[in-house]
């Protein structure tokens, strides 16, 4: 039985089942189509109150498709291969999909008329190029067994292409506002699920395609709903839009020439590393700080959300910004800390699991980094007091001088130390910056720092450099053990008080009570 099994899918001793599983999904793909067809036909007359002679025109769109299109969709296979036959096919299916799903807030036949259209000029071509490709997907003497087991898939979609069409249909209401939905929810699922085969099929090539797809759908699917909320017009003269308008366009000008300048810092230490060290430096470089912005950047995305909204709530009592700076401070410590530790100790084992044990030449540049992330933390909360004040020309400036000793800290670091150069000048530069911020704000909204967040940022930096320094000066396994119990003490320290200002115990009693119901 195997003999037979290998006989049907091996070729020159190459094995052909995976390319032949992804085309018998195709035909399972369109069977689905053309089964849901006739119910999509019955909503379009209950939805957009069509005679019968009107919805007739589906069938016509879709199957005039294949009419018109498979002799130019057999011109393409016959110039640029089966390969890029299918993709094409794939590309045009999923975009009809997902148009329709975008327009659907229209509610206009002709388009859907369009789209259907599109759809079938891919299913056409689909049809075209996956036919004959079965057959060459292993020895021709089983062509035939191979192109009848695909076509299986196609009339067993046949049957529950309706069924699914009928769920989806049958479970929605027709009220307005909603009854859309069910035309929109099938053309989405298709859309997601032809972009797998791209994927594919054409591997790094499919990516673009994909995320033009993608976007392009998310583009019309934000359209459709936020047509859905009614917001009331206000009329805004002239004077008005100037008084109230300026500082606001002031604000985000600075601020999004602030975010080029970053950018443009980076990309110059790029080039510098590049010129001096070679490329793969630069993915070294790239790859370290990836994981310290993906994992420890998310805390400071996820915080902000909620941060500045408070802060600009207090931005006017200079007292009540003090509070809640501090309050931020010690929240984003006394979270972070506990993580910078875990790097610190176990960074050669978080390499190896993400990348692998050519990347661990990065370790040293995250060590000097991940130290510095304290001092980012404490920095980043009382960073948003210019903000919140709306004292944008100072933000700006702020973080002008910032770039401009960053990125002499980070050429000489690199000249003199390599990568972990470049981490020992992140960690330099943060600690200049957090106290540039802190007399900064001091001076100008009098700010100071309470005794609670002086013993926390004290504690956190002491445990953290305690892990630090056994990474760098013991040895196996001793390094591990001193670092673990660091981490520990770290940990159980954030927990006591954090407990303290969340009641973090409160939180856990009453999830466990929900659980338990």
Known sequence: MN???????????????????????????????????????KNFQMMLHLKKWQSSFI??????????MAIPAGMFIKKYGYKKGIIFGLSLFAAGALIAAGTASFESFILFLICLLIIGAGLATLETA???YTTKLGPPQTAERRINFSQSFNGLAWMIGPLIALYIYGN????????????????????????????YFWR??????????????MLLLSWFFSSKIKLQKEAVTISVLRTEGREMLTMGFLLSFSSLITLGVAYLVRIYISRNGGIEQVGLYNSGFAIITSYVGLIFTAMATDYYPRLSAVSTNNQELKKAINQQGEIAVLIISPIISIFLVYINFIVVILYSSRFTGVNGMIHWAALGMIFKAAAWSVGFILLAKSASKVYFWNELINNTYMLVFNLVGYKYGG???????????YFIYFFQVFFLAKSKYEFG??????????TQLTLNMCCFLSVIFLHHPYNYLSGTFFIALSLAFSIRELNKRLALKAIFQQLKQKLNK
Request: hydrophobic residues 50%; proline residues 4%; aromatic residues 14%.
């Open 204 to 217: 790094e090539e499919g990516i673009v395609p994909t995320i033009i797809i993608t976007s392009v759908c």
């Open 130 to 132: 996956a036919n004959p």
């Open 419 to 429: 990568l972990n150069g470049i981490g020992l000048s992140f960690f330099v530069g």
């Open 172 to 199: 929605q209401s027709h009220v307005e506002g909603q009854k859309m939905i069910s035309i929109i929810l099938p053309f989405a699922i298709i859309g997601l699920v032809v972009s797998v085969p791209i994927y």
């Open 449 to 458: 720092f309470y005794k609670e967040f002086v013993i926390i940022m004290v």
């Open 3 to 41: 003999n037979k099994r290998s006989s049907l899918f091996i070729k020159d001793g190459i094995n052909y089942l995976g390319p032949f599983a992804a085309i018998s999904a195709l035909f399972f793909l369109w069977g689905i189509a053309h089964g849901m067809l006739d119910t999509l036909d």
């Open 59 to 68: 069938q016509f769109s879709l199957y005039g498709a294949y009419f018109g």
